[in-house]
């Protein structure tokens, strides 16, 4: 079955950048997503990107997507003390239906 | 924008009560919603897809009786926990679809069962 894995917890200090990892097993997937959540709160969608592309670049925000090794990272440039939340990557399987996998969340905590 | 709410944000209810959570879709219809549950520390757990006009289809190990779900509209999806005991309590959460790939998250339900 589909699986999404992430590292758990991610530590930075205040102006540098970020970068948060994340694997996936279905190859078919279409879309691949990063949501933000922070605490008590729900999800924010902060970015996605279609399987036939390599990168998506947002303002601070870098995805990169390697198809082959089916891994997926997120750069966080400038991390602010406000980015400090948990950090979901998410896969949209083909014929899901719009159903998403998520990982397991990793904890950013950025330190002045 | 895309803006999904939620009603309750948070509720407190007796074991053996029904507790029913709103979904709605503010700003774009919304043919299909989801479901999620979320416990502390842990990701979010899909639980059911709720498509507009037609019943849900609910994930492995989900009690269909348990957790009864509506989608009476294009923007209204409801939740409704049945005779809810405290191992329901949890954070709910439910998204909209807005175009085939994009999908935007409720703020959550906290429930709590005492």
């Known amino acids: 079955g589909e699986d999404v894995e992430q590292s758990l917890f991610l530590s930075v200090r205040e102006g540098d950048s970020s970068v948060i990892n994340c694997t996936y097993t279905d190859s078919s997937s279409t879309y691949l997503y990063w949501y933000k959540q922070e605490p008590g709160a729900g999800l924010q969608l902060l970015t996605y990107i279609f399987s036939n592309m390599d990168m998506k670049q947002d303002q601070r925000l870098t995805v990169l997507l390697n198809k082959k090794d089916k891994h997926l990272s997120l750069r966080i440039a400038d991390t602010q003390t406000g980015d400090s939340a948990i950090y979901f990557c998410?896969?949209?399987?083909?014929?899901?239906?719009?159903?998403?996998?998520f990982g397991q969340g990793t904890e950013l905590s950025v330190k002045p | 924008g895309a803006v999904v709410s939620q009603h309750p944000s948070w509720v407190i209810c007796k074991s053996g009560t029904s507790v029913k959570i709103e979904c709605r879709s503010l700003?774009?219809?919304?043919?299909?919603m989801f479901w999620y549950r979320q416990f502390p520390k842990q990701s979010l757990m899909l639980m059911a897809t709720s498509n507009e006009g037609s019943k849900a289809t609910y994930e492995q190990g989900v009690e269909k009786d348990k957790f009864l779900i509506n989608h009476a509209s294009l923007t209204l999806s409801t939740l409704t926990v049945t005779s809810a005991h405290p191992e329901d309590s949890s954070f709910y959460i439910c998204?909209?679809?807005?175009?085939?790939?994009?999908?935007?998250f409720g703020p959550g339900t906290r429930l709590t069962v005492t």
């Open positions: 998204s909209a679809g807005k175009t085939g790939y994009e999908q935007y």
């Open positions: 700003d774009f219809q919304a043919t299909t």
């Open positions: 998410a896969e949209e399987g083909g014929n899901q239906g719009g159903k998403l996998i």
